[in-house]
């Protein structure tokens, strides 16, 4: 099939996106004012219009609308997230591929917080063996979007009641009070969807049933697809995948003040791919093949309990949980090298149990809203890895010393509400306090000389996280805000322990006395409704961090290794600034006939530098280029149907040395220029009776060629950067019968 051809646009379209919307604003202040309440339009995500942070809430029915099949297309239209992905492996032919994290506003892997329903998703682990810190091997790809209800991104340094530098995304699954509503005792949902990138089909069943005591929910959704097809030169290599998700609820209201619910959620997706020989080293020349058994199980119990006769609280929440994750790896493939020829099997697994307990609570008191709690878990990792060579040996060393981490936390903070001018001003200082054992298992086991043994030992961290948000009311409609998040990420266990030691006089190590990541986060916001019909929502920020890690060349290498050593160590001190702007108009309100009729733009900038312990400068190769999703969408009022047209442009960006990470070959790589973009997207919903609903998603309508920066900006590999396009036009469909 002829593809269509399409203008090239240039990236200053997005400052045109943003000269029209806030032209519309400033010259409509003018116009006479309506009382009528701006309509529930088609938007991709909102911003929560009086909280003195910056939140983006994605409902379950716009992450339906927007087609969204995966952990990445959750974030496709936000302005400063996105979700690096890897073709295949970072470097390794056992590393595996997904997506590993989500980049916020320049920051990305663990420095960025996820957690399901209060649970913190396992970390990511570095690849010890290609000595790459903020890169990933096995990663947090453990959702499926069919379970959620709502996904929350918070930017930037997180409030007090969450650890965490670089922003958090929250996912909160279903419930049965999503199901039954309007008086319902029993209700239930099929769906079905196809996905043409990676020519993948999707099914789910859900079914609810209860009553005002007792409550069920039960969630199966199963998919199975391919490799997800680019616009390379070079062939895709083949991929077949299938994933299994489950969520059951259970709650009682045990009266109403009291309520106790139950939780088992299960997902996991098994993989298997081929990767050819020209992404792999000149070992292995027949290319290799892998299988990746990626699993997550939660068990939860969580407790809520309103009162009005206890001095401590008016409502205290507790959320007992364990969840136990394992990501196994297995690779084969022709080995060619001086030990002899033969096939080589290798498998690389990670495992982390973690167990504990949350406990949140309010209390209203005058002028005071206190918001408190404590948090404890256990949490127990380990990456073994047995290797069957040519010969018929088993080389077994895992690739980080089996470690135990117990987590203490407590946080409060205090909003206190005065009248200034006859609106409200709000103050709320809080403050976190954080204590964290790492212990060790099996140094001996794992490190070959008692040099290295001695880097990774027992090791206690702590840190005091204060926070201060000031925000004032100048009317009803003009709400802002300034405040200050110090932040803080003690390291993880992978990155403490982590180890690869062959005995061949090198080694790349973890060190347990790595000091604690800090940022100092300023940001100031707006959140206005100037007239009805329009809502802007705009943020600056400035972030200051401090002691980024990732992996050194030691001048000297550690006893043990003839040649070198490679170490974690805090290598940089790094400042990312910028802003972003939100903003939705009601054509109705300023255009006669046009009920229905929307805009909406999303668009973000950020800038970053780095310096390192030498003091050397550069850039910061993390931080993202500037984007804008601009969405013109009809709904009829009745919300029986409507259309979305979403144009995102992003601006080229080429990656530089950059001194907050390794350079393990000791030269400056030439990354390649990552051209900016335009692309369109068409959605249509269709609810053609109360039972039934359609969704169809029409992405890159003109069949743009293009890459995402966060996904290959430091590649170097010519075949992995043409393997990594992003798909040409695509289609998602889903169709969903309701009772």
């Given amino acids: 099939m002829r593809k269509l051809s399409v203008r090239k646009l240039k990236p200053n379209y997005l400052n045109c996106c943003i000269a029209l919307v806030l032209g519309g604003v400033s010259l409509s202040v003018n116009a006479q004012e309506s ?10 995500a909102e911003q929560n219009q009086k909280m003195p942070e910056s939140f983006t809430v994605i409902n379950e029915q716009n992450l339906e609308r927007m087609g969204v099949t995966d952990m990445a297309s959750i974030i496709k239209y936000q302005p400063l997230v996105s979700a690096p992905q890897t073709a295949v492996g970072s470097g390794n032919a056992w590393d595996g591929s997904g997506t590993s994290s989500y980049n916020i506003r320049g920051v990305e892997g663990n420095r960025v917080g996820l957690d399901i329903d209060g649970v913190e998703l396992p970390d990511a682990a570095p690849e010890p063996d290609s000595g790459k810190g903020n890169s990933f091997s096995s990663g947090r790809d453990f959702i499926d979007p069919e379970l959620f209800s709502q996904v929350t991104i918070q930017s930037g340094t997180t409030n007090v009641s969450s650890d965490g530098i670089g922003g958090r995304v929250v996912f909160k699954t279903k419930s049965p009070q999503d199901y039954l509503k309007n008086g319902k005792k029993i209700a239930g949902e099929v769906k079905g ?46 991929v077949n995948w299938k994933s299994d998700a489950v969520l059951a609820k259970l709650l009682w209201n045990i009266s109403d003040y009291q309520s106790l619910g139950a939780t088992f959620d299960f997902y996991e997706k098994q993989t298997n791919r081929y990767i050819s020989s020209d992404l792999l080293s000149s070992l292995y020349p027949k290319g290799a093949k892998q299988d990746v058994d990626g699993q997550r199980i939660r068990y939860s119990l969580d407790h809520s309990l309103k009162t009005e006769n206890v001095s401590l609280f008016d409502e205290l929440n507790t959320n007992l949980f364990y969840q136990t994750t394992k990501s196994d790896n297995t690779t084969r493939a022709f080995y060619a090298g001086r030990a002899g020829n033969g096939n080589r099997t290798i498998l690389n697994n990670y495992t982390e149990d973690n167990i504990g307990i949350n406990l949140g609570a309010k209390k209203q008191f005058s002028l005071h809203q206190f918001n408190y709690g404590l948090n404890f878990s256990q949490q127990n990792s380990d990456r073994p890895w047995q290797q069957f060579n040519a010969d018929g040996s088993v080389t077994t060393q895992n690739r980080m010393v089996k470690s135990k981490t117990n987590k203490y936390a407590a946080y409060i903070s205090d909003a206190m509400q005065w009248e200034i001018a006859g609106n409200p001003l709000v103050v709320t200082p809080g403050l976190r ?36 948000a000031i925000s004032y009311e100048f009317s009803p409609n003009y709400y802002s805000y300034l405040k200050y998040n110090r932040g803080n990420r003690i390291p993880t266990a ?20 790595l000091k604690k990541e800090t940022s100092d986060a300023f940001e100031i916001g707006l959140k206005t409704t ?24 030691l001048n000297v290498p550690i006893a043990g290794d003839s040649s070198m050593t490679y170490q974690l160590q805090n290598m940089a001190n790094a400042n990312i600034w910028g802003g972003e702007i939100s903003t939705r108009v009601d054509l109705a309100q300023f255009v006669s006939h046009a009920d229905g009729f929307s805009l909406a733009l999303v668009a973000g900038k950020t800038k970053g530098n780095a310096i390192n312990i030498a003091g050397q400068k550069s850039s910061l190769n993390s931080v993202q280029p500037e984007k804008a999703s601009l969405t013109f969408a009809y709904d009829d009022p009745d919300q029986r149907y409507g259309l979305g047209f979403t144009t995102t442009a992003v601006s080229d960006r080429t990656a530089s040395k950059d001194v907050s990470t390794a350079n393990i070959t000791g030269a400056t790589q030439n990354y390649s220029r990552v051209p900016g973009y335009v692309v369109h997207d068409l959605s249509a919903y269709w609810k053609a009776n109360q039972f039934m609903t359609v969704n169809v998603s029409l992405n890159n309508i003109f069949d743009k060629k293009y890459w995402d920066y966060a996904s290959v900006g430091t590649l170097t590999s010519a075949s992995l950067i043409d393997r990594a396009t992003l798909p040409g036009r695509n289609i998602v469909a889903s169709l969903a019968f309701k009772f």
């Fill in 35 to 44: 009382n009528i309440k701006l309509p529930v339009i088609t938007v991709y």
């Fill in 193 to 238: 969807g196809y996905s043409s990138a990676d020519d993948a089909w999707f099914s789910s069943v859900a079914t609810a049933i209860g009553n005002d005591t007792v409550k069920g929910l039960a969630i199966y959704s199963h998919r199975d697809g391919h490799a997800t097809e680019g616009e390379g030169k070079l062939p895709t290599n083949p």
């Fill in 494 to 513: 992978a990155e403490m322990s982590g180890a690869y030691d062959p005995g061949r006089g090198y080694s790349i190590i973890g060190n347990s006395q």
């Fill in 530 to 553: 100037p007239i009805d019909g329009i809502k802007v929502d705009v943020t600056g920020f400035y972030t200051k961090y401090n002691n980024f890690i990732d992996y050194r060349m």
């Fill in 433 to 468: 306090y954080q204590f964290e054992q790492f212990k060790p298992e099996n140094n001996n086991q794992v490190l070959t000389s008692a040099a290295k043994q001695a880097q990774i030992s027992e090791k206690d961290n702590a840190y005091l996280a204060p926070s201060l």
